[in-house]
T-cell receptor, first 113, second 115 residues
Framework: DSGVTQTPKHLITATGQRVTLRCSPRSGDLSVYWYQQSLDQGLQFLIQYYNGEERAKGNILERFSAQQFPDLHSELNLSSLELGDSALYFC????????????FGPGTRLTVL | AQKVTQAQTEISVVEKEDVTLDCVYETRDTTYYLFWYKQPPSGELVFLIR??????QNEISGRYSWNFQKSTSSFNFTITASQVVDSAVYFCALSEAEGAQKLVFGQGTRLTINP
């Protein structure tokens, strides 16, 4: 158990809908990262937050957004969902040091029908 | 741009055999970090090791060992006396030392250990 929690574990929804994925980092970690794992794209970095502020953006679609709250949990919002958004979404967290290891949560499997 | 290549898509061996997973990376950074993660059938990503670019010492942890060679930009992972529980997808990843520490992952190697 990495100490990173993600809810829900599974999510099934329809095209055009909006969903929110939630992540709680390990105790003491200030950074939260979101990654998407799909069959065609592999594991790709989406976005990073550090202590509430956006730090870096990767290949995140405009339909997707994220935020990190004062209690350091983070939410990834996916809207106008398409079939191609079906994937495993991981959250990871790391300690305050700039070069610390990222520990991953169990992931949320999103299925868009 | 950073890139990680895991040329072996799938490997299948019989239990107790030794197996090496290859990882080759590209980066312009002089300081960077290399990682291996394991993804068992249950789906989670489990951290195995982190290596700093300035430390080329090989590392051994039980049946696992890692060979880092900066000259060939490789960071290979060997499992000795493999076991069925080692069956998983293994990912090699790279991150820069400064700025955003996003991980750039290889495509993964699916390792199957047959009894």
């Amino acid at each position: 158990d990495s100490g990173v929690t993600q809810t829900p574990k599974h999510l099934i929804t329809a095209t055009g809908q909006r969903v929110t994925l939630r992540c709680s980092p390990r105790s003491g970690d200030l950074s939260v990262y979101w990654y998407q794992q799909s069959l065609d794209q592999g594991l790709q970095f989406l976005i990073q937050y550090y202590n509430g502020e956006e730090r870096a953006k990767g290949n995140i679609l405009e339909r997707f957004s994220a935020q990190q709250f004062p209690d350091l949990h983070s939410e990834l919002n996916l809207s106008s969902l398409e079939l191609g958004d079906s994937a495993l979404y991981f959250c990871a967290s790391s300690a305050p040091g700039s070069t610390d290891t990222q520990y991953f949560g169990p992931g949320t499997r999103l299925t868009v029908l | 741009a950073q890139k990680v290549t895991q040329a072996q898509t799938e490997i299948s061996v019989v239990e107790k055999e030794d197996v090496t997973l290859d990882c080759v990376y590209e980066t312009r950074d002089t300081t960077y970090y290399l990682f291996w993660y394991k993804q068992p059938p249950s789906g989670e990503l489990v951290f195995l090791i982190r290596r700093n670019s300035f430390d080329e010492q090989n590392e051994i942890s039980g049946r696992y060992s890692w060979n880092f060679q900066k000259s060939t930009s490789s960071f290979n992972f060997t499992i000795t006396a493999s076991q069925v529980v080692d069956s998983a997808v293994y990912f090699c990843a790279l991150s820069e030392a400064e700025g955003a520490q996003k991980l750039v992952f290889g495509q993964g190697t699916r390792l199957t250990i047959n009894p």
